[in-house]
């Protein structure tokens, strides 16, 4: 899976593992962020719309059906895609929305929810840029 950003757009794209059988699965209007990340099952994958700090998180299937918005955050968002559990049941990001920073201020917090975008709860909540989330390698 990659993202590639022809004339200011940007899409997932996935590929066959010899390399061929290239098809892009996100719509250009989401403007799909950086960093996707796969279910641990294969069945999904998981998403930033963009512009990163207008964003929401997405999963769509593979073959670019199952289009799936998870969060439905408005205004300044600063989400950045983060990663699912080991055991898919769950979804680690970070943004802006709920972290205790004042508003503007672009610093995000680290959260927590289910892998169907509900039950959104936070893991940091500390006065510094808590980004990049990612849950590890699978054990």
């Given at each position: 899976v990659?993202?590639?950003?022809?004339?200011a757009?940007q899409?997932?794209?996935?590929?066959n593992?010899?390399g061929t059988?290239?098809?892009?699965v996100t719509?250009?209007?989401l403007?799909a962020?950086?960093?996707?990340?796969?279910s641990?099952?294969?069945?999904?994958i998981l998403?930033?719309?963009?512009?990163?700090?207008h964003?929401?998180?997405?999963?769509?299937?593979?073959?670019?059906t199952?289009?799936?918005?998870?969060?439905?955050?408005?205004g300044?968002?600063?989400?950045?895609?983060?990663?699912?559990s080991?055991?898919?049941a769950?979804?680690v990001?970070?943004?802006v929305?709920?972290?205790v920073?004042?508003?503007?201020a672009g610093l995000t917090?680290?959260f927590?929810?289910?892998a169907?975008?509900t039950?959104?709860?936070?893991?940091?909540?500390?006065?510094?840029?808590?980004?990049?989330?990612?849950w590890?390698?699978r054990q």
């Amino acid at each position: 899976v990659f993202v590639a950003k022809p004339r200011a757009n940007q899409a997932v794209y996935v590929y066959n593992s010899d390399g061929t059988g290239v098809r892009r699965v996100t719509p250009w209007r989401l403007q799909a962020g950086e960093h996707p990340d796969w279910s641990p099952d294969g069945t999904r994958i998981l998403f930033a719309s963009g512009p990163t700090e207008h964003g929401n998180l997405f999963t769509i299937r593979p073959d670019g059906t199952g289009l799936r918005q998870l969060t439905h955050f408005h205004g300044l968002t600063e989400v950045e895609v983060g990663s699912y559990s080991p055991d898919g049941a769950s979804i680690v990001f970070s943004t802006v929305v709920g972290a205790v920073n004042r508003p503007g201020a672009g610093l995000t917090d680290v959260f927590v929810m289910t892998a169907d975008g509900t039950h959104i709860r936070p893991v940091t909540r500390a006065p510094n840029w808590d980004g990049e989330a990612n849950w590890g390698a699978r054990q």
